[in-house]
């Protein structure tokens, strides 16, 4: 504005534009990268909380369940078994216990921490497992688990029926009354050319939008297990157990599809009776102690104790004797 029209131009218009001739000192894209970076700082605390629950939920179960003596000790799959692996090479240098990966990362992470591997195909025929690690995606009330989100769920199911126990350790957010209460869909392992097929029969049971895992790696296209196989990530409504159906005797099928509801066990079975269906991501029915007991020779695909990290760096256990309330462990 030239000198002479500052001097002519009345106080209470000079002020606003003088005002708006001052750059703003902090421009929405300065303030947009500082929200950005808070929201990171964020997200980077609550990681961090969550690796700390699970190393603590690892050393506690680790601390309950190995014994130095062991000879077979499975090894599940996911970032928590890193933490029990470690757990376990801080308590034992014994070099004859042979540890049984359910999938090609677990076992290099064996042998990264200096242990010896076995193939699951390689044991004894009449071996059990000592006992078995391995994590979770989501665990109900019973102890029921939905697991296969790393997509080695058929291994881990091999695994954990051939142990004498399957131990379970998760962090906090997989604790819920029900299976599908926050996780989103059941992992199914498929062969690929009875992916139509399945994907029709999921439908039909209720599942509104079953989808094929797709390969976030760089190569493109459906994400392929350690058979070769595809996995199938299947929706459907909060599981519901055994209890939340007595007593419907009155001629419906709730809890076997009707309005929508199912049972974790019915739907398990129906799922698995799918022509091209290797196996389901749910890991039900009696844990290694009762098959023993019943004198099944094997395992059982539900965990005996389940050890959940906490926030505040304590660990809560859950058995089917202190239901989901569990018990705190200091």
């Not at 090894?75 to 890193?82: L, R």
């Not at 395992?299 to 989901?324: H, I, M, S, W």
Request: with cysteine; aromatic share 8%.
């Amino acid at each position: 504005m030239p000198f002479f029209a500052l001097r002519n131009t009345p106080r209470h218009y000079l002020l606003p534009q003088l005002k708006l001739a001052i750059p703003n000192p902090y421009p929405p894209l300065h303030i947009s990268i500082i929200r950005s970076y808070a929201s990171q700082q964020g997200a980077t605390k609550m990681t961090s909380k969550i690796e700390e629950a699970k190393q603590s939920a690892a050393r506690k179960a680790v601390e309950d369940h190995f014994d130095p003596n062991f000879s077979y000790v499975g090894i599940g799959s996911g970032t928590t078994i890193i933490y029990v692996i470690e757990a376990i090479k801080e308590r034992s240098s014994n070099p004859q216990i042979q540890f049984v990966p359910t999938g090609y990362q677990s076992r290099q992470a064996i042998v990264d921490a200096g242990l010896k591997p076995i193939a699951f195909d390689s044991l004894p025929n009449d071996v059990l497992l000592d006992v078995a690690f391995d994590g979770a995606d989501e665990v109900d009330e019973d102890l029921n688990c939905i697991k296969g989100g790393g997509a080695c769920l058929f291994q881990e199911k091999l695994v954990a029926e051939r142990a004498r126990k399957f131990v379970c350790v998760a962090d906090y957010r997989k604790d819920q009354p029900r299976l599908l209460t926050t996780w989103p869909t059941i992992p199914i392992e498929i062969a690929p050319l009875s992916a139509p097929v399945v994907l029709s029969a999921l439908r039909a049971l209720g599942s509104p939008s079953p989808t094929i895992r797709s390969n976030k790696q760089a190569k493109a296209g459906p994400l392929k297990t350690d058979q070769d196989f595809f996995i199938v990530d299947a929706p459907f409504p909060p599981l519901l157990l055994p209890q939340d159906v007595t007593g419907s005797g009155d001629g419906t099928k709730f809890g076997e599809g009707g309005e929508g509801k199912w049972e974790v066990g019915s739907l398990a079975k129906r799922i698995k009776e799918i022509t091209g269906v290797l196996d389901v991501g749910i890991f039900w029915g009696v844990d290694g102690a009762q098959a023993l007991k019943e004198g099944r020779g094997k395992g059982g695909q539900r965990p005996v104790a389940v050890y959940f990290g906490l926030q505040d760096g304590r660990v809560k256990l859950r058995t089917v004797e202190t239901g989901l309330e569990g018990r705190i462990l200091d």
